[in-house]
């Protein structure tokens, strides 16, 4: 058989439709493994070492001085709790039992290793279960701060009085006497400063409600 006779093999068609989804498969899965390394990367570059602990506070020094001279000059029950305040500087805050507060303000005050010779504040504020009268105090020597917590009970809300102390009490004392209910034994004009005198109830008790629907 000569060349020219020979059979021609016809090449079979092309499926373009097929060809075309195959690729567009394999491309489908090389972006699916790219994604899945580009994301195992960032997640191994985004593990942090274990947290270390926190170094202790420079005040707490300070805090530990305060409460071990209130409990070997005063009693040892004299301190309930003390932390530091984080939100506040560090700022020792001290829970001093009611009992003992009288003698611990003296100390506060007159101790030549602490004194806190000058009232800042005094503020109180009602838990519900309880009620709090915190005084913020500082030794205008040293400019060390600190705050002292008294708990009283709601039924029956009485704190020793500060004034005998600081002088600075006396208003601050009155106005947490008038809006909050809570008595202070030994403050030399113990009456209201805010409200009238024939005023009923206290208007900053969370379960305070006015007599008067306008106030």
Do not use: C
Not at 33 to 53: F, H, L, M, R, V
């Amino acid at each position: 058989m000569s060349e020219d006779e020979k059979p021609v093999t016809e090449t079979p068609p092309v499926d373009a439709e097929r060809e075309a989804k195959l690729k567009a498969a394999a491309e489908a899965r090389a972006a699916r493994a790219a994604a899945k390394a580009k994301a195992e990367a960032e997640a191994g570059s985004n593990i942090t070492e274990p947290e270390q602990p926190k170094a202790p506070s420079p005040r707490q020094p300070e805090l530990d001085a305060i409460v071990a001279l209130l409990k070997q000059e005063v009693a040892d029950a004299a301190v309930e709790d003390a932390y530091l305040n984080e939100l506040n500087g560090d700022m020792p805050m001290i829970f001093v039992n009611n009992a003992h507060w009288r003698e611990a303000a003296r100390l506060l005050k007159e101790h030549e290793q602490l004194q806190f010779n000058y009232l800042r504040n005094v503020s109180g504020v009602d838990y519900e279960t309880h009620i709090e009268v915190v005084y913020h105090m500082i030794s205008l020597g040293t400019k060390r701060e600190v705050a002292i917590k008294i708990k009283a009970d709601r039924e029956a809300s009485a704190v020793y009085s500060a004034t005998p102390v600081w002088a600075t009490a006396n208003w601050n004392e009155r106005e947490i006497y008038d809006l909050l209910g809570v008595d202070f034994p030994g403050h030399p004009d113990m009456r209201r400063i805010m409200m009238p005198d024939d005023w009923v109830g206290h208007p900053l008790r969370k379960d305070y409600e006015s007599i008067d629907s306008e106030v």
